[in-house]
């Protein structure tokens, strides 16, 4: 019996290139945002949605139930929407100019039922994954073990059920900075849950399986952020780290021509404390 991904493989070995076939724009944009409550942010990301006009979109952070996403709204602009809300804290989205199908919620072992941190969803022949990896709380604690834990079942979710041959892109706040060009304050992050050997591993984990960063490929000096603390005016100082990240197979990765973070949304009223990531690709 063939498996769920031998089936995907056979579908995906028709396609002549990782071109996204559901597109006929030369240029594909996809962008990931943790926008920290899409209630509390929904006008902003209405309004840039419309100006920016991204094909993909991959959200984090909703904190919201399924029912209380803001489905017409989105479907207003032209755009369908892949859900995985849970109150109060977590959700994931995929939201799209096409339809996606094939749509998984959370790992499909069913670990980690109790939160909503992953959607995956195929749209043309690209697989879209948005996450949103655990926070990781104070080093030693459980909820730190439990980032452990989720991050080595992503790498097993990952071998079993993708494969990098594959056009397939990973997006999402892994709240992990891969290395100290990826963190401006290196004496107050070095040694945190969001910045030490363990997790810059484990992420590193993740490229050698195939992936590669679309940020640090098209600026490989760093010093680029996407996160920023509300208080002590760390935007204002340039005082971030970056832990969004888009992360994409060879297929796509070679088809890439650019990557940027959109700080002028972390500008304003009512910002979420992350920045859009969005990543072009060649689709001629």
Request: with cysteine; hydrophobic share 35%; net charge negative.
């Amino acid at each position: 019996m063939e498996t769920r991904n031998e089936t995907r493989l056979l579908v995906l070995a028709t396609v002549s290139s990782a071109r996204c076939v559901c597109y006929q724009e030369d240029l594909v944009k996809i962008v990931t945002w943790n926008v920290n409550s899409i209630r509390t942010r929904l006008e902003r990301l209405q309004s840039w949605i419309a100006s920016d006009a991204p094909d993909i979109v991959c959200l984090q952070e909703l904190k919201c139930q399924d029912s209380e996403y803001p489905t017409d709204e989105i479907g207003a602009l032209g755009y369908h929407s892949a859900i995985f809300g849970q109150r109060t804290y977590n959700g994931v989205a995929i939201i799209s100019k096409f339809p996606i199908v094939d749509i998984q919620r959370g790992f499909p072992d069913g670990w980690d039922d109790a939160q909503a941190r992953l959607i995956a969803g195929t749209i043309g022949n690209w697989r879209v994954v948005s996450v949103y990896v655990p926070n990781g709380g104070e080093m030693n604690s459980d909820k730190y073990q439990y980032k452990l834990e989720w991050l080595d079942h992503f790498l097993l979710y990952l071998k079993t059920e993708c494969t990098p041959q594959q056009p397939i892109i990973l997006c999402g706040d892994y709240n992990v900075a891969a290395d100290e060009l990826d963190v401006a304050n290196l004496s107050a992050w070095e040694n945190t849950s969001l910045y030490n050997p363990e997790v810059c591993g484990r992420l590193q984990h993740l490229r050698d399986w195939g992936l590669t960063d679309m940020v640090r490929k098209h600026h490989p000096g760093g010093r680029i952020y996407t996160w920023w603390d509300y208080r002590q005016l760390a935007f204002p100082k340039n005082d971030g780290l970056r832990i969004d990240h888009i992360l994409a197979s060879q297929p796509l990765a070679d088809l890439s021509l650019g990557a940027r973070v959109v700080r002028d949304q972390r500008k304003g009223v009512k910002p979420s404390d992350h920045a859009p990531v969005e990543a072009t690709f060649d689709n001629a």
